[in-house]
């Protein structure tokens, strides 16, 4: 099913009212967002759940108090990491190869290297997202996006968000230096710093999330 | 000279609408709070 244009620019609409809230807040002190489009139906009922859930929310506050999120997203890009090996290219088209076996062997060697550079990038992505969890406090794995949703050519293997330290939020920008020095196959984009939308369940399920 | 708290407050609003929407979803969509006994679309 397609959706309407006006609702997703109703929800463009929402999300971005919603965020420029919460990132006004976050701006005053530690802030827990509440999941979008949660509705109470007046101020006393806000208040009441405040009231019965202060303990839980109080220490959520404590976890995101001094810290900021950071997203991290890699990118295959294109490159040599797509090309075959030697060893698996088709011979060229001539002797007792025909020219649509040659083309069909071409393909599947393609194929077969693209599937390859894939497997290599999303366990770069690994590496790369344990040595960011490393340096932060906690980390959390969102949906990989896809190449409609971005916009890009490019296949997405790894979106990461991290809630770091501000004291260490040098500490990471120098991993993430290092790490694309480490993984040239791999197009790292940095968004944020974010209100710590990716951390505010008030029970983690321990130090990692994701 | 620091800019004046207003443009202060324009850049930082320019930023925002900036952030590409489908990363804002991420988060909106699966972070937060989530609580019981209200309404959550």
Redesign the interface.
């Known amino acids: 099913m397609r959706i309407p244009e006006s609702w997703q620019a109703r929800?463009?609409r929402t999300?971005?009212a919603?965020?420029?809230v919460i990132?006004?807040l976050a701006?005053t002190g530690p802030t827990?967002?509440?999941?979008?489009?949660?509705?109470?139906?007046d101020d006393r009922?806000s208040e009441a759940?405040i009231h019965a859930?202060r303990t839980e929310?109080e220490a959520?506050l404590r976890r995101v108090a001094h810290r900021t999120e950071r997203?991290v997203k890699a990118y295959l890009t294109r490159g040599p990491a797509v090309t075959p090996p030697e060893a698996d290219r088709p011979r060229p088209a001539g002797g007792d190869q025909r020219p649509g076996t040659a083309y069909l062997l071409r393909r599947r060697a393609q194929h077969e290297g693209r599937q390859r550079a894939a497997t290599r990038a999303l366990d770069e992505a690994r590496q790369i997202h344990a040595a960011l969890a490393a340096t932060a406090a906690e980390s959390a794995l969102?949906?990989l996006?896809s190449p409609e949703?971005?916009g890009r050519g490019e296949p997405m293997v790894l979106?990461g968000?991290y809630l770091v330290d501000d004291a260490r939020l040098r500490d990471l920008d120098r991993e993430l230096v290092t790490l694309a020095l480490h993984h040239p196959g791999l197009r790292l984009e940095v968004?944020g710093p974010?209100p710590?939308?990716?951390?505010?369940?008030?029970e983690p399920a321990g130090g990692e999330r994701s | 000279m620091s800019p004046a708290p207003d443009a202060r407050f324009g850049a930082?609003?320019e930023r925002?609408?900036h952030?590409?929407?489908?990363?804002?979803?991420?988060?909106?969509?699966?972070?937060?709070?989530?609580?019981a006994?209200?309404?959550?679309?």
């Open positions: 929800l463009e999300a971005r919603h965020h420029r990132e006004t701006r827990l967002p509440l999941r979008f489009a949660t509705i109470y139906r009922c759940m859930r929310l959520g997203g969102h949906p996006q949703t971005t979106n968000a968004t974010w710590p939308y990716s951390f505010s369940g008030v | 930082a609003l925002m609408e952030v590409a929407l489908v990363d804002l979803l991420d988060r909106l969509l699966a972070g937060g709070v989530v609580l006994g209200e309404i959550t679309l």
